[in-house]
């Protein structure tokens, strides 16, 4: 839970001066309401809304502010599991079961590599054009979140034949929270791109 609100108050940080800027339109409670019903097009939409709801002047009704602001969240999310793990890690160089300590270090290098694709696709959120090349450059966001989640879940499926305990426990349950993060932020990039796909199409 803490790791969850710590990366909460970093996203809030890292959207704070958007969010001061944004100009509102309509009532915020519109924004708050198309937040919670683009949740339900998630695996895990109490998460989902509740990460959100906080940035409802920022994202507006707007599927695309939606999912970029999911990927900066799943982003200072995966950033901060790996700096908890990076901690464990070097503990457990002095000590730990070889397993675990292998575990460890494998989980962090995962998530190094899930790190670069969230950052990757925020970049590319913040790129896009309204042109030919929509497709193309979301295209590159929905492969590089759907690798992030892989990466992520290749940490836990680390931890299989590592005995049962804290440290493990903790590390899974943290890692599952961030696979939740970056699984809705995927989910809502996909709705979005079908969305503007099907607005490119209707004649």
Not at 100 to 106: P, T, V
Not at 155 to 170: L, N, Y
Request: aromatic residues 8%; charged residues 20%.
């Amino acid at each position: 839970m803490n790791s969850f609100r710590f990366s909460l108050l970093s996203a809030a940080l890292f959207f704070s001066a958007a969010a001061a800027t944004t100009t509102t339109y309509g009532d915020s409670s519109e924004a708050v309401d198309f937040i919670r019903t683009s949740c339900n097009a998630t695996l895990y939409p109490e998460l989902c809304y509740t990460s959100l709801s906080a940035y409802a002047n920022t994202v507006q009704q707007s599927p695309g502010h939606l999912a970029r602001v999911a990927i900066a969240i799943s982003l200072s999310s995966a950033r901060h599991m790996a700096s908890y793990v990076a901690n464990l890690s070097r503990q457990a160089d002095y000590g730990a079961a070889p397993r675990a300590a292998s575990a460890l270090h494998d989980c962090f290098s995962t998530f190094g590599d899930a790190i670069d694709q969230i950052r990757g696709s925020l970049k590319q959120m913040r790129q896009l054009r309204a042109d030919e090349s929509f497709r193309f450059q979301m295209s590159n966001v929905q492969t590089w979140m759907s690798a992030a989640l892989t990466n992520e879940e290749t940490c836990t499926d680390g931890f299989e034949d590592v005995a049962d305990g804290a440290v493990k426990s903790e590390v899974c349950d943290r890692a599952e929270n961030v696979k939740k993060l970056t699984s809705n932020a995927l989910a809502l990039v996909n709705c979005y791109v079908n969305k503007e796909t099907n607005s490119t199409e209707t004649p």
